[in-house]
């Protein structure tokens, strides 16, 4: 069996709730009570916005650059724009 990774659940998280939201709106969408549908309609859609907030990526990657002048580094990051 694979191990199971940090990436690898971040990877199956949002895959696992849009599944499940979908299979709420399916059974919602061809059950015959038709006064609960906007209460089943609205947790699948909650569901599945949660899947897609997931799978965007937040991780704040900052672009480092660093050059080399002499015997001395210049590192300029984002939050250091004037580094000596």
Do not use: C, W, Y
Request: proline share 4%; no cysteine.
């Amino acid at each position: 069996m694979k191990d199971v990774t940090p990436e690898l659940i971040r990877a199956i998280t949002p895959i696992f709730m849009a599944t499940v939201g979908a299979v709420i709106g399916v059974t919602v969408l061809v059950s015959s009570n038709g006064n609960d549908k906007s209460a089943g309609l609205g947790l699948a859609s909650t569901a599945i916005a949660g899947a897609a907030g997931l799978a965007q990526n937040s991780k704040n990657e900052t672009d480092f650059s660093v050059k080399k002048q002499g015997d001395n580094l210049q590192v300029k990051a984002p939050a250091n724009h004037d580094s000596d």
